[in-house]
């Protein structure tokens, strides 16, 4: 057992099992076993390539599992800093996730996110929180997020102050002219009975369904629209 080193700036795959195999060209190496952290590792094969080139190339396809804090904790590291381009504090969602991997990248010592392809694919579950959004107690989420290199997206399912709501969310890490930045939806069906938990006393008489529809867009400005 040991540990291997991936990236700079990333934590190294502890009590690590390996075994490698190489040519002139490329080496592969099977990690069997490991952890970062807290993080679970299924198997997987990283290769090395180009041997031949000025500037080798390496191929992750990762396999983890762990809590949603440790998950964006690891992806918050340098070069990728993915939390903080969202704007999201770690510690302030809980839940768990099972997440699939893709880095491939120059073998580079000063490795910025614009050489890497990224593509993530996590799975969350039990998401919960009463910081992410001020004065909103969310439950019970589950959501199916996508990251690469220009941009995040997540859709699913979350509790809102106990109300379900379908959700999405898009988030685009650089500028891109005639988008916006961010957007989001989320849609309800209140009923007549959950209005108290969200302090408007005024409709507790309402009856039956209300249908909530919101719509949000942002641009690099931070100047928004909200319909």
Known sequence: KGSVNYIDGMPAVENAKADAEFDLNKMSVLISKGNIGTIQINPFTL?????DKPVQVIDI???????VQDIMRLIDNPPMHYAQAVGLSVDSITGQSIVEARLKFPMLKALAIKDMDVAVHA??????????VKGLTLSQ?????????TKLEAKGTVNVNATPFQI????????????????????ALIKEDQWKAWGIDALNGTKGTTVLSLQLAQDSALNATVT
């Open 47 to 51: 290769v090395m390539s180009d041997f």
């Open 61 to 67: 396809p990762l396999k983890l599992s762990g809590s």
């Open 123 to 132: 799975d969350l579950t039990n998401v919960a929180s009463t910081q992410l």
């Open 141 to 149: 989420g589950a959501l199916g997020l996508d990251v690469d290199k």
């Open 168 to 187: 999405t969310l898009s988030q685009m890490f650089t500028d891109a002219a005639g988008k916006p930045m961010r957007e989001a939806t989320a849609h």
